[in-house]
């Protein structure tokens, strides 16, 4: 009977380690995932912040015949930079998917002095 308890406890320590690693992974490429929007996100929002002026940022109504010539360029670039950013994600996270890997987690160490 000892020796079956001992099969199960290491067969049931294999799934737990094979499930530790997979959501290892997937914590790994949810963190990449937010960490790439974020940047192309912010990229793209201190670019309109500083040159929006150009195509009017801001302005709902009124637009120069300007405004809406450099509006229409910056959304072409904007869909440019956004899917290239995603294609890069996803290639990013296929690539993730291809390795085994397991989350270090945190680690406090408790240092008891007399």
Known sequence: MGDFNR?????????NEEKFKDNSKRRMAKNIERKFKT???GSLASFEGIFGELWGHG???????EEIY???KWDEA???ILNNGNNQL???IDEI????MSWNRYQTDFIITK
Do not use: C, F, G, S
């Open 90 to 92: 996803r290639a990013a």
């Open 7 to 15: 099969r199960v406890l290491t067969e049931a320590r294999k799934v």
């Open 78 to 80: 904007r869909t440019e």
């Open 39 to 41: 940047t192309m996100i």
């Open 97 to 100: 998917m291809e390795y085994t």
């Open 70 to 72: 450099w509006q229409d």
């Open 59 to 65: 302005k709902e109504e009124n637009l120069t015949e």
